[in-house]
């Protein structure tokens, strides 16, 4: 059950909210429009007046509602009314008006509009359009002439939610902490669907931003890249002529006027803000560190690959810039990846944005390889040539998914956890098909079963506590391949291997054969090492002999 506070001011504040209420809506959504509970339980009802012009008790009923600021005259409060549309899931039950109206009171108590048993209380309605929602408008002066006392009311009626949905068999909706992006409105919907447009403006500004963010070096490449997707860039000086915040607008959304419509980065997400995205930036700077050469699906993967470690050993503060940097890494691999597996990148993205925000503030230092790298990906999008980048890169973020839910659970991130939850779901899929045509690729070049032996013998001696499981996977063919074609480009297939096998354990991988044949297609790929290294590494060094220590003059003496 959703519920959404909106505020309405201005002197015909309380005549439009009751006009759209019982209006056709804007999109001749609003079936049957009636009162299912009242302040005072006998409110005029325009939905239920057949003997009586409808605007007429339309005037009255708002008339009604506004008498106590009315009363206060130039007093009133600059925000008179208090609107709080409230939404069933659609597999939820259909309640009845007496049920509706039962949560109408109980949202209005909780929100400290009409406590229960005042009878001073704000004056309010509760309007039912359709089988699955009711709108609650109220006045925001009491009958006494007070103001009511709603401190933190989204909160309190958002928890009143929780309960409701428990009491009433619905869907639960898992408690949140104040770090969700803003859900567009029912007027931005429906002016999405107008327009033609697949998802509503908020929402589009909102992807676009996130993507820039996560391709950008600098400020400068930042805002240049949203020019290239279209998007309008404002910035918001202060007196002083200091950028103090960023406006975003896209092309042909305006307002009656014709002017664009302008919406802040923080009311986009809390992480959109322009001092977070500048906090975001400053970890692409070339300082202080620097991305050595080589294969970039490489390094992302390495880099994805330490996560888990970061999430169980770090401090929680670099745990959640590890989440953030997974999440810009999803942000920009559907841009370069095959329509096979876009889809599902792109709803794995879009899901997992929520998990990256949390209360505790993310400290960035330690993502700038895998931030880096991920940008050289985008940026060069012909170098991962058969799949196998997305696959090695896709099994380490679904094994830094898997601890990214666990994080979030023992912190009792209830809507970091589920959102984790389904984008881990998306990845899985996607993952399945881009690895399995590589790895049956891999397989079909699989050695002969005499080098297969080899293999197999070496790895029972180096790892006995996985060798039954990797040798049981249907990936140990693929495994075989590229060990076999690491030996082929010049590699001890055995020192590669334990070099595979000492990066990080295996005990959390959920393939540790298709984990081995990811690192050690890595591996392989670097430059073999020169015999002589070879015999150094073979050859054990002796101890020096030991000096012995300087005597006391003393001693030295007897």
Not at 49 to 62: W, Y
Not at 239 to 260: H, I, V
Not at 313 to 327: F, K, N, S, T, Y
Request: glycine share 6%.
């Amino acid at each position: 059950m959703i519920p959404k506070i909106i505020l309405g001011k201005g002197p015909q504040a309380t005549r439009r909210t009751i006009g759209y209420l019982f209006g056709k809506g804007r999109a001749n959504e609003h079936i049957d429009p009636h009162l299912v509970a009242s302040w005072n339980g006998f409110a005029p009802d325009p939905g239920r007046s057949p003997h009586r012009d409808p605007k007429e008790v339309e005037a009255q009923l708002a008339a009604q509602l506004d008498q106590p600021v009315k009363m206060l005259g130039d007093k009133a409060p600059k925000h008179t009314v208090w609107h709080c549309p409230v939404r069933a899931a659609p597999e939820d039950p259909i309640l009845t008006d007496a049920q509706w109206a039962d949560i109408a009171r109980r949202i209005v108590a909780a929100s400290g509009i009409a406590p229960e048993g005042d009878e001073e209380a704000c004056r309010w309605v509760a309007v039912r359009h359709a089988d699955d929602h009711i709108h609650i408008a109220a006045t925001l002066v009491r009958q006494d002439g007070r103001r009511p006392q709603r401190d933190y009311d989204q909160r309190s009626v958002q928890r009143e939610a929780r309960q409701i949905e428990v009491d009433y068999g619905l869907r639960r909706l898992k408690p949140g902490d104040g770090t969700a992006a803003k859900r567009p409105t029912s007027k931005e919907h429906f002016k999405a669907k107008r327009l033609g447009q697949e998802a509503a403006t908020r929402d589009v500004l909102r992807l676009r931003v996130r993507r820039a963010v996560a391709a950008a070096a600098d400020e400068a490449e930042f805002f240049a890249l949203l020019e290239a997707t279209g998007v309008t860039a404002r910035l918001k000086r202060g007196p002083s002529g200091d950028a103090l915040g960023c406006n975003f607008a896209l092309p042909g959304d305006t307002n009656d006027k014709g002017e664009p419509i302008f919406y802040s980065g923080s009311t986009l997400a809390p992480d959109l803000s322009l001092p977070q995205i500048r906090r975001r930036l400053a970890t692409t700077s070339p300082e202080p560190v620097a991305v050595r050469p080589g294969n970039p699906w490489h390094q992302a993967t390495a880099a994805t690959e330490r996560i888990p470690h970061h999430l169980t050993h770090g401090d929680d503060h670099a745990a959640q810039g590890q989440l953030v940097a997974l999440g810009a890494a999803l942000d920009l691999l559907p841009v370069s990846a095959p329509a096979a597996f876009k889809v599902e990148i792109e709803q794995a993205a879009a899901v997992f944005e929520r998990a990256t925000r949390s209360r505790i503030a993310a400290d960035h230092d330690s993502t700038r390889v895998l931030r880096r790298s991920v940008q050289t990906i985008w940026r060069d999008r012909s170098r991962d040539r058969d799949g196998a980048g997305f696959a090695m890169l896709l099994d380490a973020a679904l094994t830094a998914m898997a601890f990214a839910i666990h994080w979030h659970r023992i912190r009792q991130h209830a809507q970091q956890e589920a959102a984790a939850e389904q984008a881990l779901l998306h990845l899985q899929v996607a993952y399945a098909q881009v690895a399995e045509p590589v790895l049956v690729g891999l397989a079909s070049r699989s050695p002969s079963p005499q080098t297969k032996r080899r293999f197999a013998h070496h790895l029972q001696q180096a790892v006995p506590e996985h060798a039954e499981r990797i040798l049981a996977d249907s990936a140990w063919d693929a495994l075989a391949a590229m060990l076999a074609q690491a030996e082929a480009a010049g590699h001890n297939a055995a020192t590669v291997l334990d070099q595979a096998l000492g990066q990080r354990t295996l005990d959390n991988a959920r393939s540790p054969a298709r984990a081995l044949t990811w690192r050690i297609r890595r591996l392989g790929e670097r430059h073999p090492p020169s015999p002589r290294a070879e015999a150094a590494r073979a050859t054990p060094v002796q101890p020096a002999a030991a000096t012995p220590p300087p005597q006391p003059q003393s001693a030295r003496r007897r």
